[in-house]
């Protein structure tokens, strides 16, 4: 069975700073995959998905991700964060081949920008 | 466009007692999901459906029965709630399979006492 792992439940930054969000999944093959974000008290929103082609994706918000097969990583990224971007974060993947059964998702990570 | 929308916001149900967590979307998507989201964790899959008249279990769907009558509506009926059904619920669309973009209602805030 697919896992995503977020090794990070909380991560506080500086408004201004750079941001890492890290993500491991655990597959057979290359799964599709997926940023969203979760303000508070809000459905999910998508940041950016990778299925395949150049291995950095942009996404919206100014955020990208990288793919790295090697390390089973997508991480997130963000140059310089914005005290509106203080939300939780999920890495999600998808079953390669298009399968409808749903995504796998993380247990997220805590974002909380000090100012 | 509403997207997807989700009624009821909130609800507190006492143990037993049954509901419906209705969940629409005007997108004219063909896949539809339920989400939980308890504390600290990521969302569980509970049902999806591909098309109207077309359902399957997720990942926990004990204690669950879903319906696609319509392409629009997927509801979601509690049976005999429980206090470990207490989460949040979030319905999900796509266009297609697990390669889209699934838009996400704002959820349902269910607690069972």
């Known amino acids: 069975a697919q896992s995503v792992t977020q090794p990070d439940i909380h991560i506080t930054v500086s408004e201004g700073a750079s941001l890492e969000l890290r993500c491991n999944y655990s597959y057979g093959a290359t799964p599709y995959l997926f940023w969203y974000v979760q303000s508070p008290g809000q459905g999910l929103q998508l940041l950016l998905k990778?299925?395949?082609?150049?291995?950095l994706v942009q996404g919206i918000k100014g955020f990208e991700a990288e793919f790295k097969r090697s390390q089973s990583s997508f991480n997130l990224r963000k140059p310089s964060v914005h005290w509106s971007d203080a939300a939780e974060y999920f890495c999600?993947?998808?079953?390669?081949?298009?399968?409808?059964?749903?995504?796998?998702f993380g247990k997220g990570t805590h974002l909380i920008i000090q100012p | 466009n509403a997207g997807v929308t989700q009624t009821p916001k909130f609800r507190i149900l006492k143990i037993g007692q049954s509901m419906t967590l209705q969940c629409t979307q005007d997108?004219?998507?063909?896949?539809m999901y339920w989400y939980r989201q308890d504390p600290g964790m990521g969302l569980k899959l509970i049902y999806y459906s591909v098309g109207a008249g077309i359902t399957d279990k997720g990942e926990v769907p004990n204690g669950y029965n879903v319906s696609r009558s319509t392409t629009e509506d997927f509801p979601l009926r509690l049976e005999l709630a429980a206090p470990s059904q207490t989460s949040v619920y979030f319905c999900a669309s796509s266009y297609k399979g697990a390669q889209e973009t699934q838009y996400f209602g704002p959820g349902t805030r269910l607690l069972v006492l």
């Open positions: 997108m004219n998507h063909n896949y």
């Open positions: 999600a993947v998808g079953e390669p081949g298009g399968g409808a059964d749903g995504l796998t």
């Open positions: 990778y299925f395949s082609g150049d291995t």
